[in-house]
């Protein structure tokens, strides 16, 4: 008999003691409260559980609730009975993870990523989910674990945020009809949104009014890119998570189809963050030809090279998709 890949998972969860729960680099608030949840879950079924991050809480996410449950990987390897990779979809995002762990018996991949590399004993992806949160509600809801007040917040600041409060293509009937049964079970819509999307540091907003004095535009418009430099870092004094969600300044401009972020870091990679508002360009696509990947709506890239070679290629390929792209 085959059961199905929740009740499967809830085996492997019942079935042994020791777990790891994994999330990928540059963390984002899906990533984040779903570690949180499989942590909280793990716990009430008297589990022994490390929640590890490659960059650990980010400042931005430190008001969910049980956040200080996530940790930065310790520099001694251990070794795990489970596990479990959420909301990343290669080995690679998993960082200095990777090294920390001595053994596991059994890898749990869930995720919603399209480009999921399929890397775990048991793989449960699900494109057509939102957010890995609707995955780990299922998950929970499946096994009958229980949705504590707690959980709630996290799972629908999960949904919140990958879905952009509801607005992205993303957002299915489905994806209402969860975060219902979230404010339910004792979400706070008000108070979340205002700590998730009403709360931001000075310096992130410095960072965009120095980042959107050099945006530009091409294709009628039609494309608009703004790059995010180290000096802008250093004026503004934003940090690394700050970045996140600026990308949809220049997205929603509203002759923009595809907005684009660059930004350059340390190692001669140029960060690229795509952002579609077509449903006849696949920005997953566009980043597939520089080895990134994503979903339809967003993705994104790491690429080698010189800031300008780097823009110049990656216009071109998006320009090369806004002039191809079927008319309707
Ligand atoms: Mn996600």
């Known amino acids: 008999m085959n059961l199905p890949i929740t009740n499967q998972i809830g085996d492997i969860f019942?079935?042994?003691?020791t777990f790891l729960v994994a999330g990928h680099v540059r963390p984002?608030?899906?990533?984040?409260?779903?570690?949180?949840?499989?942590?909280?879950?793990?716990?009430?079924?008297?589990?022994?559980?490390?929640?590890?991050?490659?960059?650990?809480?980010s400042r931005k996410y430190s008001f969910l609730p049980h956040a200080d449950l996530v940790r930065r990987p310790p520099s001694q390897a251990r070794a795990f009975d489970v596990v479990i990779a959420v909301d990343t979809a290669t080995q690679d995002r998993l960082g200095s993870i990777r090294d920390r762990i001595a053994s596991q018996k059994v890898l749990v991949n869930v995720d919603h990523h399209t480009s999921n590399g399929r890397f775990g004993d048991i793989n449960w992806i699900e494109p057509t989910a939102a957010a890995s949160g609707e995955l780990v509600h299922q998950l929970l809801c499946d096994n009958r674990w229980p949705i504590t007040p707690a959980i709630a917040a996290n799972l629908f600041i999960a949904i919140a945020t990958d879905t952009g409060s509801f607005q992205y293509s993303n957002t299915t009937p489905q994806t209402?009809?969860?975060?219902?049964?979230?404010?339910?079970?004792g979400a706070n819509v008000a108070e979340l949104s205002r700590q998730c999307f009403g709360s931001y540091p000075l310096a992130r907003v410095r960072l965009l009014q120095l980042a959107l004095a050099g945006m530009k535009f091409s294709a009628d418009n039609r494309i608009g890119w703004l790059w995010l430099t180290r000096e802008m870092y250093r004026q503004s004094g934003a940090l690394a998570e700050d970045s996140e969600g600026l990308i949809d300044h220049?997205?929603?401009?509203?002759t923009v189809l595809v907005a684009a972020v660059f930004e350059q870091d340390d190692t001669g990679i140029v960060r690229v963050s795509l952002r579609s508002k077509s449903d006849r360009i696949s920005v997953d696509k566009?980043?597939?030809?520089?080895?990134?990947?994503?979903?339809?709506?967003?993705?994104?890239?790491?690429?080698?090279?010189e800031p300008a070679g780097v823009e110049a290629a990656v216009l071109k390929a998006i320009e090369q998709a806004v002039q191809t792209a079927p008319q309707g």
């Open 28 to 57: 984002d608030g899906d990533v984040l409260a779903c570690q949180i949840v499989l942590g909280l879950t793990l716990q009430a079924l008297g589990k022994t559980v490390e929640v590890w991050n490659p960059d650990g809480m």
């Open 250 to 254: 220049v997205r929603a401009i509203d």
């Open 14 to 17: 019942r079935g042994h003691q």
């Open 176 to 185: 209402l009809r969860i975060a219902a049964e979230l404010i339910e079970a």
């Open 286 to 305: 566009i980043a597939g030809q520089f080895g990134g990947g994503g979903h339809a709506a967003a993705a994104g890239a790491r690429i080698p090279g």
